[in-house]
């Protein structure tokens, strides 16, 4: 598997990946009672990725450059989903939007600025 995709299974533990791709195009994460953690500071996407997710008792932190655009569309039961990039003098690239799809029941998906 080539660093464009991920899949990822955190169960009672952790996984960590660092994303280096130029191109990545898509990811599937899988926790349950575990915590997944995806840093995109030295990746790229072009238009539209889906990074899909599914959660029981979990946590996602997602570090994302703050000009992309990510876009939550979580099915959520009990779930927190936490945008803390926000910087109003960052232009937003519609050219790069990462999707987030998938169901959480009594999760938490954060997304960071890659300075974190």
Same mark, same amino acid.
């Given at each position: 598997?080539?660093?464009?995709?991920?899949?990822?299974?955190?169960?009672?533990?952790?996984?960590?990946?660092?994303?280096?791709?130029?191109?990545?195009?898509?990811?599937?994460?899988?926790?349950?009672?575990?915590?997944?953690?995806?840093?995109?500071? $030295?990746? =790229?996407? /072009?238009?539209?990725? %889906? &990074?899909?997710?599914?959660?029981? !008792?979990?946590? #996602?932190? @997602?570090?994302?450059?703050?000009?992309?655009?990510?876009?939550?569309?979580?099915?959520?039961?009990?779930?927190?989903?936490?945008?803390?990039?926000?910087?109003?003098?960052? $232009?937003? =690239?519609? /050219?790069?939007?990462? %999707? &987030?799809?998938?169901?959480?029941? !009594?999760?938490? #998906?954060? @997304?960071?600025?890659?300075?974190?």
């Amino acid at each position: 598997m080539t660093d464009n995709y991920i899949n990822t299974t955190a169960i009672f533990g952790e996984v960590k990946k660092k994303i280096l791709s130029k191109d990545f195009k898509f990811g599937q994460l899988t926790n349950v009672f575990g915590r997944t953690t995806v840093d995109f500071s $030295n990746a =790229d996407i /072009n238009g539209v990725v %889906i &990074l899909d997710s599914t959660q029981l !008792f979990g946590e #996602i932190r @997602i570090k994302a450059p703050a000009n992309w655009h990510v876009v939550p569309e979580v099915t959520n039961i009990f779930v927190v989903v936490d945008d803390k990039r926000r910087n109003p003098t960052i $232009n937003i =690239d519609n /050219n790069k939007t990462l %999707i &987030l799809r998938g169901v959480g029941i !009594f999760a938490t #998906i954060n @997304i960071i600025d890659c300075l974190n």
